[in-house]
């Protein structure tokens, strides 16, 4: 049934039905009857919370209605099983199985995937391959202990048994520009790798032209959580070596590992803010983009930094490195070096980028508007579409 995304929204979201189902399983969540059956191993918060949606708290509440929109148009009765389901007693067989599996959720892939030996099997992977990723995490992890003592909490490493899951697999739909950090990760596993781009917030406006408010040295620091995996550690520590620079770190508090070392330093330094987890529908945000002319992360490894490319959509212009998965248009990059000399390189980079001229500066956020508008909630499902049009042609025939 071909529904617009906000049809097939209200098609479901104020369902009895729905809102009566178990919390780790949403069977039919299409409402249909189509021979075809497909499961989605990922959450089942949206379907339970309509109001995530619309709120974009996080765009993959979105992606996953999306999903399920679109193995409806491809003829599919789709049920949703939540990521969080450490057993489960299975009632129907599948066509296809389409699992998260990446940046520590999705432990049970395999085990799940294994009850279905006739059913086409894709990877949903919005990270780096696992090992690859967990040893960057590590990484990480390892040099913040060498400097402020233990990590209780190490988050985004995968406990999913990936090795047997990729030898059953038969694709894997990889976020990010083809070649790029995440996609080219999967490549050494021989199976096909299908790009696809994540969408951010439809409600971002660009701030371009915005001569007035121009401070060269102003940098945003924007995420959800995983702060020591994502290296604000890093960023904080160069910051405090550059005062004439201002940082402004908007993120949850969820890493106490990381705020219980670093509350009395933020709290101490007068060039560094911390907002906490910001609305981006908000006017503090747009103002926040407005004060900020770059953005500032450098991830152990990542996907395709949603974050950052939120940013983006508002020409703020990002300051990252390779892992983070985003192409910089050309503005300073944060180097692959070792961990040690990374708060040493987030320097470099930063007072690289301070000193372009405005004129330069302007032509790069130009440029990383226009960048951006290849992610958008039009270029997740077009992408995915056409991988999964390519699964049906391969496999359904």
């Known amino acids: 049934m071909n529904y617009t995304f906000n049809n097939f929204f209200n098609k479901f979201s104020f369902s009895k039905e729905i809102s009566q189902n178990s919390e780790i399983f ?9 021979k075809r059956r ?3 191993y990922y959450k089942t918060d949206p379907f339970l919370h309509p109001e995530l949606v619309s709120a974009y708290s996080h765009p993959n509440n979105w992606r996953i209605v999306e999903l399920v929109r679109l193995l409806d148009l491809l003829g599919f009765t789709v049920d949703v099983l939540d990521r969080k389901a450490e057993e489960f007693d299975f009632k129907n067989t599948y066509d296809l199985f389409l699992g ?11 085990k799940y995937a294994m009850h279905f030996p006739n059913a086409i099997k894709i990877l949903y992977a919005t990270t780096a391959e696992p090992k690859l990723s967990d040893a960057a995490a590590m990484s990480r992890y390892e040099y913040f202990e060498r400097r402020h003592g233990p990590v209780a909490r190490k988050m985004r490493l995968n406990q999913l048994d990936f090795d047997s899951f990729i030898q059953i697999a038969d694709y894997i739909f990889a976020i990010g520009e083809k070649g790029s950090f995440c996609p080219s990760s999967y490549e050494k596993f021989g199976k096909p790798v299908l790009q696809w781009y994540p969408n951010t917030s439809p409600v971002i406006t660009p701030r371009l032209n915005n001569a007035k408010n ?44 990381f705020f219980h070392y670093y509350d009395d330093i933020i709290n101490k330094t007068n060039n560094i803010t911390f907002h906490g987890f910001i609305d981006i529908k908000s006017d503090f945000f747009k103002e926040l983009c407005n004060d ?23 020409g703020v212009v990002p300051i990252i490195n390779h892992s983070t998965g985003i192409d910089t248009c050309g503005a300073p990059i944060i180097n692959t070096v070792p961990v040690e000399r990374l708060t040493d390189e987030i320097e470099r980079a930063c007072r690289a980028a301070a000193s372009l001229t405005f004129e330069e500066y302007t032509e790069l956020a130009y440029k990383t508007y226009y960048s951006s ?5 039009t270029s997740f499902s077009t992408t995915i579409l056409a991988a999964l049009n390519r699964v049906l042609s391969e496999k359904f025939q």
Do not use: H
């Open 100 to 110: 998260l599996g990446s940046g520590g959720s999705g432990r049970n892939l395999a």
């Open 38 to 40: 497909a499961l989605l």
């Open 214 to 257: 121009y401070v060269s040295t102003n940098f945003i620091c924007l995420l959800g959580d995983g702060i020591i995996y994502k290296g604000v550690d890093l960023i904080i520590d160069s910051f405090i070596n550059m005062p004439e620079f201002r940082l402004s770190v908007c993120c949850s508090r969820s890493d106490t590992d």
């Open 26 to 34: 949403i069977e039919n969540a299409n409402n249909v009857n189509f």
């Open 292 to 314: 900020n002319p770059f953005s500032i992360l450098c991830s152990a490894s990542e996907g395709c930094c949603t974050s950052v490319a939120t940013l983006m959509r508002a």
């Open 373 to 377: 508008l290849k992610y958008t909630q």
